[in-house]
C-alpha cells in the first residue's frame, strides 16, 4: 500500500475539519447561567454555602460556587465537603466572599444544556458559624419553566432563583 504527501495532506485537513466543527458544535451546547442566592436577614457571622448540581438520583455531580474563601471552613459544610472529598475538584476559579445576612449572591457559570429539563437541580448548602447548618437549605429543578422564578430556602437563604 502507498500513500502520497497530497492524499496525507488531505486527510489530515479532514480529519482537522471534522474535530474544529466537532468542538464548535459541542460548545453550543452550553448555556450561561445566572444564578440569585437571596440570603435571609438574620443575626450573626456571614455564611458560607456551596451552589452544587445534583442528578436526577439526588447525587451530587459538580460544586458551581463556593461562598467564603477560607478553605478551613469548608467541613462546616458537611454534606457538600463529604461529596468532595470523595470527587475532588479545584475552587480556585469558582469561589467568593462569604454572603452575610440580607446580602444577596449573583453567580454566573456555563452548564451544559442537556441536563436542563433532564431532572437536574441547583441545591445550596449553607452553614453560620455557632448556628445551624443546612443540608438543603434550598434545591430547585433545573428547568426551562422554572427560570426567574422565586425557590424559597428553609435556613439562611430566603430564596434562590435562576435562569438561562
Request: aromatic letters at 14%; hydrophobic letters at 40%; a negative charge.
Amino acid at each position: 500500500m502507498t500513500y502520497s504527501i497530497s492524499g496525507l495532506r488531505k486527510t489530515a485537513a479532514a480529519i482537522g475539519f471534522s474535530l474544529l466543527a466537532f468542538t464548535a458544535a459541542n460548545s453550543a451546547y452550553a448555556a450561561n447561567a445566572t444564578v440569585l442566592v437571596q440570603m435571609d436577614s438574620y443575626e450573626g457571622d456571614e455564611a458560607y454555602f456551596a451552589l452544587y448540581l445534583v442528578n436526577p438520583d439526588g447525587r451530587y455531580e459538580k460544586t458551581l460556587w463556593v461562598s467564603g474563601d477560607e478553605a478551613r471552613w469548608y467541613p462546616d459544610l458537611n454534606r457538600w465537603f463529604r461529596y468532595l472529598s470523595r470527587n475532588p475538584q479545584e475552587l480556585d476559579a469558582i469561589t467568593g466572599a462569604s454572603t452575610g445576612g440580607n446580602d444577596r449572591a449573583i453567580i454566573h457559570f456555563e452548564i451544559d444544556e442537556a441536563l436542563i429539563d433532564a431532572g437536574y437541580a441547583l441545591r445550596v448548602e449553607t452553614s453560620v458559624e455557632d448556628r445551624e447548618n443546612y443540608f438543603d437549605d434550598v434545591q430547585v429543578d433545573l428547568t426551562s419553566d422554572g427560570q426567574r422564578a422565586r425557590t424559597q430556602g428553609t435556613g439562611y437563604v430566603r430564596y434562590i432563583r435562576y435562569k438561562f
